[in-house]
């Protein structure tokens, strides 16, 4: 049985951008978001957290960093009764290619890799998904999971449109915030695949 998933981004998308934030005091997590993923786990999605999390390779922070990070927040949406299903991050830096002495990455927003992982260790039908982010390459990582994508205007959002307009690519929809996607996603739950 292939299951139906909401991918999130996390910062600018569930709790405010920081830039590069170490500790669990710097995430703030906008009020509207636990409502929108207990409405979402309702109408029976599973809530997949996908985020790129290169302050790792940039030294700004530890994998234990974010592993605390990461544990507090699923513990503050599992308090709400509105448990995550997983949380997904790559720790790498933008940077050129293998060859050109780089990283060998296909986990990188927008690089798919994240979302295959997820699809195979959570039976998830990737066509019958979507992604919810703040930038650019959260629309893109959608696109190239084979998920509708949903574009945000917290965190990046505003600066995002033009920049995907500039490329040619529309998001399928455009939302206020996490709590309007929400909204968008539950009005196109029972359409056909």
Request: aromatic share 8%.
């Amino acid at each position: 049985m292939n299951r139906r998933a909401v991918f999130l981004d996390r910062d600018g998308t569930i709790n405010a951008d920081v830039g590069y934030p170490s500790r669990w005091d710097q995430i703030a997590i906008y009020p509207y978001a636990f409502e929108a993923v207990r409405r979402l786990k309702e109408a029976g999605f599973l809530i997949v957290v996908v985020t790129n999390q290169s302050g790792i390779g940039r030294g700004y922070l530890t994998e234990a960093d974010l592993e605390d990070i990461h544990a507090r927040l699923a513990a503050e949406f599992a308090r709400r009764g509105v448990p995550l299903d997983a949380i997904y991050h790559c720790p790498h830096i933008d940077t050129p290619a293998p060859a050109e002495g780089g990283q060998d990455c296909s986990c990188r927003k927008p690089l798919p890799g994240m979302g295959r992982r997820a699809a195979a260790e959570l039976d998830i039908d990737l066509s019958r998904s979507f992604m919810v982010g703040d930038k650019a390459d959260d629309v893109l990582f959608g696109m190239n999971i084979g998920a509708t994508s949903i574009l945000v205007r917290t965190g990046y959002g505003p600066a995002a449109e033009p920049k995907l307009a500039s490329l040619g690519v529309r998001p399928a929809f455009v939302a206020d915030d996490l709590g309007d996607a929400a909204e968008w996603i539950l009005a196109l739950k029972d359409r056909p695949s």
